[in-house]
């Protein structure tokens, strides 16, 4: 299995333009869970999705942002438009909503709004 | 509700020394706990998980924990680290089963000195 996989790995854009953060989860698992991690605030949850269902998205900051899953092997996270607060690393990650609750994280997607 | 705490931010330690990470949580009933690495530059990676049964778990890497009931810890420990252990630690609680039950400590970042 190759992971959880996120693309791209580094994207530096200017203020304004919108953001499109993608992940591909680990086949098998039905949860899928986006954080972002900066060094001020640490590994927040933004949101999460069972069954391609978004379950809280109590986390997500503001309207900016949007987080869509329209099939098990595939999510996006949208920031538009972008701003430089929202300069951070943004993690996918995948698990089984059932059982051991175990998250498998991608490498992350390291954001620089400019 | 459920809450971990790491005392720690920062740990600096010789290689080849013993090493302890320190993780306290805070939960009603018998969590599932476990400790991620996060390498620079990479995602978290999970080192060990604690389910039930021994209340000592091994893990990857020479890696160790113990869960203390009374205490309401979990903590990490090494006995001989290595300069490739330097990363970030992340202690995690789960509120029951399912990959939506997972709360993420602030973590601590261990330095390890030649």
């Known amino acids: 299995d190759a992971g959880v996989i996120q693309s791209p790995r580094h994207e530096v854009t200017e203020m304004g333009q919108e953001v499109t953060l993608r992940c591909k989860p680990i086949?098998?698992?039905?949860?899928l869970f986006w954080y972002r991690q900066t060094m001020m605030r640490g590994l927040e949850l933004l949101i999460y999705f069972n069954n391609n269902v978004p379950i809280d998205d109590s986390g997500m900051p503001e309207d900016r942002f949007s987080a869509k899953m329209p099939n098990a092997s595939f999510s996006t996270l949208k920031i538009q438009p972008s701003e430089p607060r929202d300069s951070a690393v943004y993690f996918c990650?995948?698990?089984?909503?059932?059982?051991?609750?175990?998250?498998?994280f991608g490498a992350g997607s390291r954001l620089t709004v400019l | 509700a459920q809450s971990v705490t790491q005392p720690d931010i920062h740990i600096t330690v010789s290689e080849g020394a013993s090493l302890e990470l320190r993780c306290n949580y805070s939960?009603?009933?018998?969590?599932?706990l476990f400790w991620y690495v996060q390498s620079p530059g990479q995602g978290l990676q999970l080192l060990l998980k604690y389910f039930s049964g021994d209340t000592l778990v091994q893990g990857i890497k020479g890696f160790e924990a113990e869960f203390k009931r009374s205490q309401s810890s979990f903590n990490l420990r090494k006995p001989s680290v290595h300069w490739s252990d330097a990363a970030e630690y992340f202690c995690a609680v789960g509120a029951g089963t399912g990959a939506n039950n997972l709360f993420f400590g602030t973590g601590t970042r261990l330095t390890v000195i030649p």
């Open positions: 990650a995948s698990g089984r909503s059932s059982g051991a609750n175990v998250l498998t």
């Open positions: 939960y009603g009933a018998t969590p599932y």
């Open positions: 086949s098998g698992h039905n949860s």
